[in-house]
DNA sequence: CCGACGAGTGACAACGATTGCAAAGTCCGC
DNA sequence: GCGGACTTTGCAATCGTTGTCACTCGTCGG
């Protein structure tokens, strides 16, 4: 290619790099020879030659989940145009699979790691790592949703309706959003001076999915002093929550009101339609990539950023709707 | 690192790599050196040297899409297991970004492409290319729902219900999936003996969007002689045609019958649930990754695949739900 | 006892780009 | 016409691995 443009390759890598080292007929001259040639600097050798990979890894504990897949193309999107190339893994929320993925990410060099971790994260890393929705404790560079004042949001909403018998469906404990959302919630019942029930404290398993939310419901359905309120910790838990009720013959909400803390997709089209906080995965995603592009830029790191949240009101909690 | 060791680069390369040309208590040592200093064999300067990247690049119209993400999630799955990493790259049903996005896998010397064309693609790439859902014409290497079939059973299903009046809301002009939807809706009808009504065939936007859907549905409830079912292409689009079915105060399905060819998630939460055919997303990223690993070892490829689709039957084609 | 042989190892040259340094070329003023 | 300054270019080394080739040992058959 160097030939076909008549120069040596370091005055051809330097013209197409826009180097000021080389003379403009020179830099014409390679590029048109680079066109003509379909030619694409082989970006392998350039990042062996730089130590520096222009890539960046991104382990999700699952790319299928709409929560996972918004955040992973949230963070696509500011890396991708900062230059970066995105290598995807699932961790499949197992520990051994998390290691082995940042293992791989580390033998292929990547510049910086975006990870939600499930616990196989262990320090130190030889590149930057930015923590986004489930945290390392110890690590610093985190970007999470505000699930404090989220899940107290959703609490104050349920009384300000008059519940006073308000049953929470958490996420599996161990996860950062899990655990933050419970403390959450049952800082809020200790604060409205409601008495702790255990009995009104139920989790969903690893995967947060429908199915566990179910049981849970209908362990929730079954009790002598029913709930009159319940708060999912998530769009999944809290479908599943909504089909135990209908299960148990319950109407939501004049029976058993409901709210979630993320929004589901079509939240609007279920029955009834949900009240939800609003989505926030695409900006955690987007977040978490800013700062590890400042990170990689050589910038003293900011601990951790936080992604408010809104509410948004629709009629599963009892208010009118639209409005 | 080798050094460590005590041999030279060359044979802690072959110890690593489980050569067989390496004494057994070399190969113990090299281990046990590579082990305490954490080394990771660098990847890069491996690709620079066999000329074989082990990455894979996977180019959607949108990873935050449901569709798209469990594809390119059956897609890492078998990749992943068969030692490549994935490179994901957003369309955005742009053309120009998807050359842009294609140029990036080349220069980065990934050793094969899955790709979901919007029209960017233009032959010959320097590496294996199989394409899914959104095919390209003339290119080999194809994985795809069976549209066809699919069509053929939704509207059979309509059919067996008597219906004769039946609507379509198709996708956007254009992707393998849309035209093929279309034409096998328009080859049924005509089948069937219907006269053809070209106000009856309507379509969404670029991003088969659910608001497009609405306004295609909101015109179908206008026409005077009202159709008294309709077939969404897809499950955004039957969500929309739902909501404006709902908004111009018809009933589903004893006004109008609704049957979606993907079914959305939480189908069955909807009100009325959909009937729809069974999704084959994940399906259609697993097969398309085995197609492009046949390909890269060499074999003869298998010009085209077609994923076989079943039909969800629940309550919105005015069957009784439940059986 | 010698040569052939095989196993195990190291030296060395790539792979394709980048980069510091030196050399060549250009231009100016004196 | 010459030295100095500046611009443009090429040379050669380098990044970490792999594959080729040659070399060193034992071992074994003749």
């Known amino acids: 290619m160097a030939a076909a443009a008549g120069v040596s390759a370091s005055t051809a890598s330097r013209a197409l790099r826009e180097s000021p080292l080389v003379g403009e007929s020179t830099r014409l001259r390679v590029f048109e020879a680079a066109r003509a040639l379909g030619f694409e600097p082989n970006r392998i ?8 990979s222009s890539s960046v890894g991104v382990v999700v504990p699952d790319v299928a989940t709409v929560f996972w897949a918004a955040a992973l193309k949230g963070a696509q999107d500011v890396l991708e145009r900062a230059g970066y190339v995105v290598l995807v893994m699932s961790s499949e929320r197992e520990p051994k699979r998390e290691r082995a993925a940042l293992r791989t990410l580390i033998a292929h060099r990547v510049d910086g790691i ?49 519940h006073t018998r308000i049953a929470f469906v958490g996420g599996h404990p161990g996860s950062t959003s899990a655990d933050e959302r419970l403390a959450a919630f049952e800082g809020a019942v200790a604060r409205a001076g409601f008495p702790p029930r255990s ?84 900006e955690i995603g987007e977040l978490a990539a800013s700062m590890l592009l400042r990170l990689l830029a050589g910038e003293r790191e900011p601990a951790e950023v936080r992604v408010p949240l809104e509410l948004i009101v629709r009629r599963s909690c009892g208010c009118d709707g639209r409005g």
């Open 199 to 282: 009995d009104y404290l139920r989790h969903g398993d690893e995967a947060w999915s429908e199915a566990s939310a179910e049981r849970a419901a209908a362990a929730l359905a079954a009790l002598h002093e029913r709930p009159t309120a319940i708060i999912a910790a998530s769009d999944a838990l809290a479908v599943g929550v909504l089909r135990a009720l209908r299960a148990a013959g319950l109407r939501v909400p004049e029976d058993v009101a409901l709210v979630s803390f993320d929004d589901p997709v079509f939240a609007d089209l279920l029955d009834p339609p949900l009240t939800a906080l609003s989505r926030h995965d695409r």
């Open 114 to 162: 975006l990870l939600a971790t499930t616990g196989g994260y262990e320090p130190p890393p030889s590149v930057p790592v930015v923590f986004f929705d489930r945290l390392d404790p110890a690590a610093s560079g985190r970007v999470a949703p505000a699930n404090v004042e989220g899940m107290t949001l959703l609490f104050e909403h349920l009384r300000g309706h008059g």
């Open 45 to 52: 050798a350039r990042s062996l030659r730089t130590r520096s």
